[in-house]
C-alpha cells in the first residue's frame, strides 16, 4: 500500500511563492507521482507529474514557467515550488501515485493514479 502526506500550503498574496511537499510510503518503486488540485465549485485538475526517474515531467498549461515539480527517491519525497503565484491558484493540492509502474510518459489522467493524500490548501489573495 502507499500512503502520501502533503504538507506546505498557507496563504499568500498574489505574486508570492509556496513549496509543497509530499511524503511517501510504502511501495513507490517506478510509480510516477503527480500533483492535481481543487478549486471549490470545479473538478480536480492536473498540475504537473512527474516520472520515477524525473526524465519525464508535464505541466498544466496554466501553470508553464511558475511550477516545477521534482523528487527525491531516496528521500521519498515528491515537491511542488511555486512561485508568481495568482488568485486563480488556490485551491486544495493533493499528490498522487500512479497505478502502473515503471512507465516512460507519465499519465495526465487522474483516473491512472490510484493512491492520493489528504491534501493541503493554498489561498492566493489579490
Known amino acids: 500500500q502507499v500512503q502520501l502526506v502533503e504538507s506546505g500550503g498557507g496563504s499568500v498574496q498574489a505574486g508570492g511563492s509556496l513549496r509543497l511537499s509530499c511524503v511517501v510510503s510504502g511501495s513507490t518503486g517506478g510509480r510516477c507521482m503527480g500533483w492535481f488540485r481543487q478549486a471549490p465549485g470545479k473538478e480536480r485538475e492536473g498540475v504537473a507529474t512527474?516520472?520515477?526517474?524525473?526524465?519525464?515531467?508535464n505541466y498544466a498549461d496554466s501553470v508553464k514557467g511558475r511550477f516545477t515539480i521534482s523528487r527525491d527517491n531516496a528521500k521519498r519525497t515528491l515537491w511542488l515550488q511555486m512561485v508568481s503565484l495568482k488568485p486563480e491558484d488556490t485551491a486544495m493540492y493533493y499528490c498522487a501515485a500512479s497505478r502502473t509502474t515503471w512507465l516512460t510518459n507519465c499519465p495526465k489522467e487522474e483516473a491512472e493514479f490510484d493512491y492520493w493524500g489528504q491534501g493541503t490548501q493554498v489561498t492566493v489573495s489579490s
Open positions: 512527474i516520472s520515477f526517474g524525473g526524465g519525464n515531467l
